[in-house]
């Protein structure tokens, strides 16, 4: 098993206490779920997402990353294929500076309505060290042998 970094959670006012906490379904995997926690008027009936519908869907929680890492939003796969439920942009980016409620926008990709309900598994949290850039401004790039060559230059798309 690989190391654990503390990522320190509360839940926000309205938040339903029972239910689980982000958490790994195996020991191999690189992503914890994240549950869909409901405003109290939506538990009953969920949220129905229409074809080509998005939704920010809340956690119930908030989240501290720790400084030198973000916490990755991601679909979960089974309700991608199955579904078409996908996170538009995924993945989702949580600073380590924010501190307010964590939502997950959620997109229905599929043919058919697709109703959230209140505890689903609904995406899928990976934390990430982060690297940042120094940008410098320069005269010139260097050459190589792709150059400029954009979309489809190295045959990938037709």
């Known amino acids: 098993m690989g190391s654990r970094i503390g990522v320190r ?20 995997a690189a992503g914890a779920d ?3 926690n409901l405003d109290p ?9 229409a074809p080509g519908a998005r939704a920010l ?12 890492y973000e916490l990755q939003l991601r679909p979960r796969s089974g309700l991608a294929l199955k579904h078409g439920i996908t996170l538009p942009n995924s993945p989702g980016t949580i600073d380590s500076d924010y501190r307010g ?3 997950i926008i959620v997109m229905n990709a599929g ?3 697709f109703a959230v309900t209140h505890g689903m598994r609904i995406a899928q949290a990976v934390l990430a060290p982060v690297v ?27």
């Open 9 to 28: 959670l509360c839940w926000t006012e309205t938040a339903d206490r029972s239910l689980p906490l982000p958490a790994y379904q195996t020991a191999g």
């Open 34 to 36: 994240l549950v869909a």
């Open 41 to 49: 008027g939506n538990r009953e009936g969920g949220l129905l997402l």
């Open 57 to 68: 869907v809340p956690t119930g929680l908030r989240v501290a990353v720790p400084e030198g």
């Open 101 to 103: 409620p964590l939502g």
């Open 111 to 113: 043919q058919e309505s």
């Open 132 to 158: 940042t850039a120094g940008f410098e401004l320069v005269a010139d790039l260097d050459e190589t042998a792709r150059g400029t060559g954009g979309f489809g230059s190295t045959g990938g798309i037709a």
